[in-house]
């Protein structure tokens, strides 16, 4: 079935590091364009991000958000190397004794000291492993939406595709009648000439008009094309680029019609056509 381009999604999970947020926002496009904006501690997953959506996605273009919010009590936490502290006691000690004077030692400026204390650093092995698995999450919400869109997408242009055929129908129903009616108009200009005409170098040329306007062609063509727009759009693939070409081919077609056109009718059938195969076009840059 046919799946839009156009979609959102939004999915969160807290773990035991803290809060992962993955929004997932996609648009039409010619190709598959992805941009990830994610934080510095998962760059390093960039690339299995993108594995996991081009397995799933062939169009579009896609943004991709991540957050990570760490827990407060895991980010401020803070470790005292005490062997490096008490290291620096015991030498304060002894500066001390070896100058004769009882100097106050000082905590504050003890913890100042480099690499008495450090701030613990977060294991982020379990975090890339939960986005990796949000992710996933996030694409098949994404997935069901275009999924959704698609579908009502394609009851559009189905819609627009009974019109077409209805038209096609009506128009070869009126050709015999447009045929005679311009017959009817050529001899009656004859009568009021009040002019003998060579009748059978008339009927050469009313033979000539005919096949001249003639459409039989184009509406077995306009029949094929639709009928190839209805199959595709119950294909289980990507079909964007295919139905964008038929709608091309369905322009040509119409276009021709008015060319050839002898009657009213036959313009303002014309003009119809090219009106729902405009809609259909405009939906049409939404499919995947």
Not at 129 to 142: G, K, N, Y
Not at 150 to 170: F, H, M, Y
Not at 271 to 283: A, D, F, N, S
């Amino acid at each position: 079935m046919t799946k839009s381009m156009t979609a959102f999604a939004r999915c969160q999970n807290t773990t035991a590091s803290g809060v992962l947020t993955w929004e997932l926002r996609s648009v039409n496009h010619r190709y598959l364009d992805v941009f990830l904006r994610l934080p510095d501690d998962l760059r390093g997953m960039e690339g299995r991000y993108r594995e996991l959506i081009n397995a799933g996605m062939s169009r579009g273009k896609l943004e991709c958000n991540l957050v990570f919010r760490a827990e407060a009590a895991v980010e401020g936490s803070v470790e005292i190397n005490e062997t490096l502290a008490k290291s620096m006691i015991h030498a304060c000690e002894q500066l001390n004794a070896t100058l004769h004077q009882s100097s106050v030692i000082n905590v504050v400026d003890i913890l100042k000291w480099p690499g008495v204390v450090k701030q613990v650093s977060l294991d982020m092995k379990p975090v890339a492993e939960a986005s990796e698995v949000l992710l996933q999450q996030a694409l098949d919400e994404l997935m069901s939406n275009r999924q959704r869109e698609g579908e009502r997408l394609n009851e559009l242009i189905v819609q627009r595709c009974d019109a077409v055929d209805g038209i096609v129908t009506e128009v070869r129903k009126q050709m015999p009648e447009i045929r005679d009616n311009h017959r009817q108009k050529t001899l009656s200009r004859f009568e009021e000439l009040k002019a003998e005409p060579d009748m059978e170098r008339l009927e050469q040329e009313l033979v000539y008009l005919v096949q001249k306007m003639d459409v039989d062609e184009e509406l077995d063509r306009l029949d094929a094309h639709i009928k190839e727009l209805r199959d595709v759009l119950n294909r289980d693939e990507a079909v964007g680029r295919r139905l964008d070409f038929l709608m091309q081919e369905l322009h040509r077609e119409a276009n021709t019609l008015g060319s050839k056109s002898a009657d009213i009718r036959m313009t303002q059938a014309s003009v119809e056509l090219k009106v729902l195969i405009e809609q259909m076009r405009e939906q049409i840059q939404n499919i995947e």
